[in-house]
């Protein structure tokens, strides 16, 4: 495997496990009764996600044009180990979301003081504060696992969740192999990943976060129990796993359609 492979597998284990830990977030500020400042710290997250995916862009890029030499291992193997690296990193953040949640809530506590980012950067991150960390360890348990039964939480808002990640996960590889495929179309094809994202972005947006949030604010009113709040993210979460192992399967077809879109409008 090449450093480039590497590199951009490593990426994208982060920007998947960034993501995946803005639950963590919002259920810090739900539990300390701060979900206002809790949001501000996804600023961070969203700028690891965002710079992340910046640098992914022009590696990826690198990686057809070996393949159009004919250098290095098939192209379509590097892609699904690069969709591997997605889900790893959406399990290394339910593993530590345990963990995180405390962290995220000293955080926002943190931040009420400090007033800011970077003052609260300044403030908490020190080698001392971090070898606290490994002392608050908390690791999933099997009995919250035994807590994730769907009821209670819509199943159509699983399953879209599951779909637009998949969507999302897939859309930037799907379009560059399109790119691979139709070599006389390939910058329509490549250009087309920031129309897929676009759609599977206006579909979090219309129908996952709204429900979201109104199940923290019904959570922060006291009409509705932490425990289930604990129960949907944890649920969020699986769905978007699930997500990444259906980006394995939509990677070949939605190549080939996004290869015929952009050759029937040529």
Not at 118 to 138: E, F, M
Request: aromatic content about 4%; hydrophobic content about 55%.
């Amino acid at each position: 495997m090449g450093n480039s492979l590497l590199l951009i597998c490593a990426l994208t284990l982060v920007i998947h496990a960034a993501e995946t830990l803005g639950y963590a977030v919002r259920l810090a500020g739900i539990r300390s009764g701060k979900l206002a400042v809790a949001l501000s710290l996804t600023g961070i997250i969203v700028l690891v996600s965002r710079t992340s995916n910046l640098a992914q862009g022009p590696l990826t890029g690198g990686l057809i044009d070996a393949a159009k030499k004919g250098t290095g291992i098939p192209l379509q193997t590097e892609f699904h180990l690069i969709l591997a690296a997605a889900s790893i990193g959406t399990i290394l953040s339910i593993v530590l979301f345990p963990t995180m949640v405390f962290v995220f809530m000293r955080l926002v506590a943190h931040l009420e003081i400090a007033g800011s980012i970077p003052a609260l950067v300044k403030q908490s991150v020190s080698i001392d504060k971090l070898k606290r960390i490994k002392r608050k360890v908390r690791m999933p348990r099997v009995e919250m696992l035994m807590r994730l039964r769907v009821g209670g939480i819509p199943k159509r808002l699983l399953v879209l969740n599951t779909a637009v990640t998949g969507i999302y996960t897939v859309g930037v590889l799907s379009s560059l192999y399109a790119s691979y495929l139709v070599p006389a179309h390939a910058l329509a094809a490549s250009q087309s990943s920031g129309l897929i994202n676009g759609i599977a972005t206006i579909l979090l947006t219309i129908f996952i976060d709204p429900r979201v949030a109104l199940l923290s604010d019904k959570a922060m009113a006291g009409k509705v129990r932490t425990s289930e709040m604990n129960k949907m993210f944890g649920l969020l979460m699986l769905s978007r796993l699930a997500g990444t192992v259906l980006a394995q399967l939509l990677l070949l077809p939605g190549a080939a359609v996004i290869a015929w879109w952009v050759s029937w409008l040529a």
